[in-house]
């Protein structure tokens, strides 16, 4: 009887001297892992970035990749590209041309305002043995930043000179994009158009339009 009652006590007494020790294990068990958030390799990285309001590809840092460019200052460039000629004398005519370009611009901020004076060359036939050989430009163009880019619409006077009809005014007017490749440095493409009308009183209205690409040294 007694051994029994022993018994009986020993396996009473263990589970309640086992629950202290079980109760400790669980309460310095290591706690799960956490996580840190997934990087952002979305185009728009970086929450606390500001916004350009522009939809431009961003670093980790919120910046635009290439950076800005300050547009102010002084330029010389060349240009290259084709001349389309129309006149009441003569059927159309296109010719390949070239020339070069000096001017100032002014970086407001967004916007940039500038002048130039340009000269080309060319040899499209606006009239019975007569070709347009040259072209003066006195240019006001400006427009909007958009990085390291500016779109610009372009206006002003122009002077034609022709091989045997003299030379005349008239006015331009269109646009280009322009990129700058460096402080230095910037490329572009550029589209006007020329209207020259009653050329020097001959009653002959000539329409010229060029294509050219441009490339400019900023100093």
Known sequence: MR?????????????????????????????????????????????????????????????????SADWTGFYVGGQLGYGFADSDLTSSDESFMGGVTLGYDRDFGNWVLGGALDYDFADANVAPGTDL??????????????????????????????????????????????????????????????QFDSFNGTGNDIDFTTLQVRATFRF
């Open 3 to 67: 051994s029994t009652t022993l018994a009986f006590v020993a396996a009473t007494a263990l589970p309640l001297a086992a629950a202290p020790a079980l109760a400790q294990g669980t309460d310095t068990a290591a706690p799960p892992p956490v996580f840190g958030t997934q990087p952002d390799l979305s185009f728009d990285a970086g929450a606390s970035a500001p916004a350009t309001g522009r939809g431009s590809i961003l670093s980790s840092q919120g910046t635009a990749i290439g950076g």
């Open 133 to 194: 050989e040259e072209v003066f430009r006195l240019k006001v163009r400006g427009g909007p930043k958009i990085d390291r880019g500016l779109i610009y619409g372009a206006a002003g006077w122009a002077n034609a000179d022709t091989s045997n009809l003299g030379d005349d005014d008239g006015w331009f007017i269109g646009g280009g994009y322009e990129y700058m490749v460096s402080d230095q440095f910037s490329v572009g493409g550029e589209v006007l158009y020329h």
